[in-house]
């Protein structure tokens, strides 16, 4: 595949036949993209009455170490030992 155009007119063409393999479908794209995106749950506590089970703290503690254990890497080397 070789790459063809940019942004919106970017495509993949096949190098050999020139055919048009991959394009761009604006409807995948985001209305407007963000720097930065944020979370709010207050509206689901207001409305549903719901607390989460963990804090945010926790919620990287547990994605961390799965993310080093995926990595093939010992929690244990890099973690408090309370958090591995």
Known sequence: IQWQGEGLEE???????GQVLIDVDPKFLRPAEVDVLTGDASKAREKL????RI????L????????LI???LDPTEFM???DA
């Open 80 to 82: 408090n030992p309370s």
């Open 60 to 67: 990287v503690r547990i994605m961390v170490k799965n993310d």
């Open 11 to 17: 495509k993949g063409v096949d190098r050999k036949s």
């Open 49 to 52: 009455g719901w607390e989460p």
């Open 55 to 58: 804090s945010c703290d926790e």
């Open 70 to 72: 995926y990595k093939g």
